[in-house]
């Protein structure tokens, strides 16, 4: 008997979450694009929304990213994930909380939708 494992929609989907922080630091715009449906949405901190195409832009040179802050809560079909980002640019700092859809289509777990916002200055 091999040791296949059979992952909860729970554990995927996690996985799934962490794999987007992977390749967002990695700048792997062809793992990204796996991860977020065709139909992916966006809503960006300064009001503009946007499609797969405008979440998948190249990390800035130089910045150094961190996230943190994790939860999950499942709905199946539905998985809400949250947490946050900092970003260190040269020039500048950006702090963002985030939360993230999960929606599983024909047996698979793909990114829906993205909404970020500011973090306050009192965190």
């Keep these: ?14 996985e799934l979450d962490r794999a987007w922080n992977e390749v967002y630091l990695r ?14 949405r966006v809503n960006f901190s300064d009001g503009r929304t946007g499609g ?7 990390t800035p040179e130089g910045a150094q990213v961190a996230f943190s802050e994790a939860g999950i809560q499942m709905f199946t079909p539905t998985a809400v994930t ?3 980002v900092r970003i ?3 020039d500048r700092v950006v702090d963002q ?24 200055a009192e965190g």
């Design 52 to 58: 797969k195409a405008d979440l998948m832009r190249p």
């Design 27 to 40: 700048n792997d715009r062809s793992a990204f694009a796996e991860i977020l449906a065709d139909d992916f």
């Design 82 to 84: 949250w947490g946050r």
């Design 1 to 14: 008997m091999g040791n296949d494992r059979v992952l909860t929609d729970e554990q995927v989907v996690r």
């Design 97 to 120: 909380r985030y939360v993230r859809v999960y929606s599983k289509r024909e047996s698979r777990w793909q990114a829906a939708f993205v909404i970020v916002f500011p973090v306050g």
């Design 88 to 90: 260190q640019h040269p």
